[in-house]
């Protein structure tokens, strides 16, 4: 196809898009790690849910475990994944004085706190959540066996039965739905007035920036493409944003080459955004794709500005610093 009979395609690419703070600084540490300590450093589960994050950090030494008990004894640091891990895992790691660098999100933790607070205030602790999230399988795992009630949905939250309505608190996954949430918020705080909710919203900055950038434009084009891992769950979210907004094709992929170019027949625009765990290099790929069949004209629709950084911890400041 040349470039004078190739369609025309208006791209609208959604900002923010992609990598947020806490898959940074993750993705940081494995890489600092590395450098301070050699290869191998162990990683105990894949550190962002990004198959292409996961095999470049792969190819520089890093090997990926999903439970301590496959790491030998030979010193080298284990890095926890960005979504959190349960007590017990520091724990174990303790045990066998392996140097583990904890790479959990700062907001996960903010949750893990949370739950923590609440338990010693001897309240009840419901999370809403989606059931096996290696992030939700933390912060219960943050607390005895039975402290934490998981709900997943509203028939969840209208079916739920607490011990004591007067003494019960919420928390949730931090890469939710705003949508599904609020109104699983709303049938708690209508049966139990005197739930104690967070101070400030537990789905995170960057969830909620990609969900409003997605509903913006979701009514504006013909499909939204969102890139991002299918066990990735604010990636997930996005494409359902799209969906409920009237999108006629929202479609998540992995990269450019997982594009089913039949669903996309006779679009004249298309949106793309990314998960918070995608790299801006699958995002200008797919782009690229499309601009081989289409004469594509992008636009950006900056919908917030994110200025968020977390600190690394302390043991690679100074790597980070060099
Ligand atoms: S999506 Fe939110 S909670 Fe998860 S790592 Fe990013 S900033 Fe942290």
């Known amino acids: 196809m040349t470039e004078a009979t190739k369609p025309p395609l208006d791209i609208l690419l959604c900002a923010p898009r992609g990598f947020c703070a806490g898959v940074d600084r993750a993705i940081q540490i494995v890489e600092l790690a590395l450098k301070k300590f050699g290869a191998p450093v162990y990683v105990r589960h894949e550190i962002v849910h990004n198959r292409y994050v996961v095999d470049g950090l792969r190819d520089k030494g890093a090997v990926f475990v999903e439970e301590l008990t496959e790491i030998p004894d030979d010193g080298q640091p284990v890095v926890f994944s960005a979504h959190g891990v349960p007590k017990s895992v520091p724990e174990n790691a303790r045990s066998r004085q392996m140097f583990f660098l904890d790479a959990t999100c700062p907001l996960v933790s903010k949750v893990h706190k949370e739950a923590q607070i609440h338990f010693k205030r001897e309240r009840e602790i419901v999370l809403i959540g989606h059931a096996g999230h290696p992030e939700v399988i933390g912060t219960m795992g943050q607390l005895p066996e039975g402290s934490v009630t998981l709900l997943e949905t509203v028939e969840d939250a209208l079916a739920f039965t607490p011990k004591d309505p007067e003494r019960l608190a919420f928390i949730t996954q931090t890469t939710l739905s705003i949508d599904d949430t609020a109104a699983i918020v709303r049938v708690l705080t209508e049966r139990f007035p005197s739930i104690t909710a967070p101070h400030k919203e537990d789905i995170c900055y ?105 600190n690394l911890p302390r043991e690679l400041r100074l790597s980070a610093a060099e």
């Open 206 to 310: 960057a969830t909620t920036n990609r969900q409003e950038a997605v509903k913006r434009i979701a009514g504006q084009v013909d499909a939204m493409i969102v890139v991002g891992a299918p066990n990735s769950s604010n990636s997930q979210r996005l494409r359902e944003v799209a969906e409920r907004e009237g999108c006629p094709v929202s479609i998540l992929i992995q990269r450019a080459s997982d594009i089913d170019w039949s669903r996309l027949d006779g679009i004249r625009s298309v949106g793309v955004t990314a998960g918070a765990s995608a790299p801006e290099i699958l995002v200008e790929e797919v782009i690229d794709a499309f601009a081989a069949r289409y004469a594509v004209k992008v636009e950006l629709v900056q919908n917030a500005e994110e200025t968020i950084a977390f």
